[in-house]
């Protein structure tokens, strides 16, 4: 299974079991919460496997840029592709995410409907969990050689 059939199958999954257990106020944090929190992988060759599609550097490049930026320093173990590939899903999870809020105008301050809950279902499935959106987000995403 290629990195981004796994996103779409992961993040697909966390989607729809959160959805079928959301509670009664939900916001987009706890849709976000739910995509994100994923291990995509549990055996490593299949990670390593996976990102060497997207570059192996390019993504410890990635993982690297984004923790120094938010957290000032690296936590994931570069040495373990699951955990490397496990962030670089969440990069990719979060940018779906803010993609969704972003074309359906929610507000991240107040409770979804269920009604903005179907179409933010929708949206991700039909449109962001798709090979040509994972991989713009991808390239989207810092990498190490820029300034």
């Not at 996103?7 to 106020?25: G, T």
């Not at 916001?27 to 919460?33: K, Q």
């Not at 074309?103 to 090979?131: E, G, I, Q």
Request: hydrophobic share 50%; aromatic share 8%.
């Amino acid at each position: 299974m290629t990195f981004y059939e796994t996103v779409r199958a992961k993040a697909s999954e966390a989607l729809r079991e959160f959805l079928m257990d959301a509670p009664v106020d939900v916001y987009v944090d706890d849709v976000r919460e739910a995509m994100v929190n994923v291990r995509p992988y549990i055996f490593c060759a299949e990670a390593t496997d996976a990102l060497t599609e997207l570059g192996i550097l390019e993504a410890a490049s990635v993982v690297v840029r984004y923790e120094q930026d938010t957290f000032g320093k690296v936590f994931t173990d570069l040495s373990n592709a699951c955990d490397v590939a496990a962030v670089v899903y969440q990069l990719l999870a979060h940018e779906i995410v803010d993609t969704a809020v972003d074309k359906l105008k929610l507000d991240a301050d107040k409770p979804l409907s269920p009604a903005n809950l179907v179409a933010f279902d929708k949206l991700v499935r039909n449109a962001l969990l798709t090979a040509d959106f994972l991989n713009d987000a991808w390239l989207r995403l810092p990498t190490q050689g820029e300034k």
